[in-house]
């Protein structure tokens, strides 16, 4: 028969736990509308023992902030096999599962929460833009990063932000159907490759290398078909 008798978490262990149950609410709600006692109680301990475990709420979102940012970078990575715009398409694909999964919370942190404007927050944040920005560019076979074209870093830098900006405007109602935003995103990178590629030389050395190898039914292609259409 069963004491019932509960085991007791080692220090570490329990600190995963409640970055765990934080997590979890934040992606319910915004963070600064969990308390500290909604934490406490989902994971079934004290509010004290919080405390003992994490100075603050701050410190909490923090951390839970960290878990989170590790797994958005993650979305980023993508092997380098395939058409281009076939990666990209995975990878917002990938990128709408995590907003899909932490719309709140990512809400809170892109327009501000509790935690925004704190060194360690806008550091985390600014750790998932860069390694964005390098995992593009690998995909974009530029191993240097330092060495990037400025007009290229512009265009991935603005891709990331618009991505970012895409994400907040579904999550406020959802109104345009995410499937639809995941493929309109690889064809606004290509868009605002082409156009710096129309006034720059070497972006235009780079945009052909790249689409050679695109298919005729990718996403690329499509945008292009769709485009002269228009335009007869």
Do not use: C
């Amino acid at each position: 028969m069963s004491t019932g008798v509960r085991r007791r978490m080692g220090v570490e262990e329990r600190r995963q736990q409640l970055i765990k149950v934080a997590l979890d609410l934040f992606s319910r709600r915004s963070p600064d509308e969990v308390s500290i006692d909604e934490i406490a109680s989902a994971a079934g301990i004290s509010r004290p023992l919080v405390y003992h475990y994490f100075p603050g709420k701050l410190s909490l979102y923090e951390a839970a902030l960290k878990r989170a940012s590790e797994d958005l970078a993650g979305r980023f990575v993508e092997p380098l096999e395939g058409p281009l715009g076939l990666r990209l398409l995975r990878v917002m694909r990938r990128f709408f599962d995590f907003v899909d999964e932490h719309g709140p919370g990512f809400s809170a942190l892109m327009r501000g929460g509790p935690a925004v404007g704190s060194s360690a927050t806008n550091a985390l944040i600014d750790s998932v833009r860069q390694a964005a920005y390098e995992q593009i560019l690998t995909h974009l076979g530029i191993e240097d990063v330092a060495a990037a074209p400025p007009r290229l870093e512009l265009v991935v830098r603005s891709w990331i932000s618009l991505a970012e900006s895409t994400a907040l405007i579904w999550l406020d109602g959802r109104r345009v159907p995410r499937a639809e935003l995941e493929v309109q995103l690889v064809d606004d990178f290509g868009a605002l490759a082409a156009v710096s590629a129309a006034r720059d030389a070497e972006m235009a050395a780079l945009v052909r290398s790249l689409v050679k190898d695109e298919p005729a039914d990718g996403p690329f292609a499509e945008l292009a078909g769709r485009l002269i259409a228009l335009a007869s």
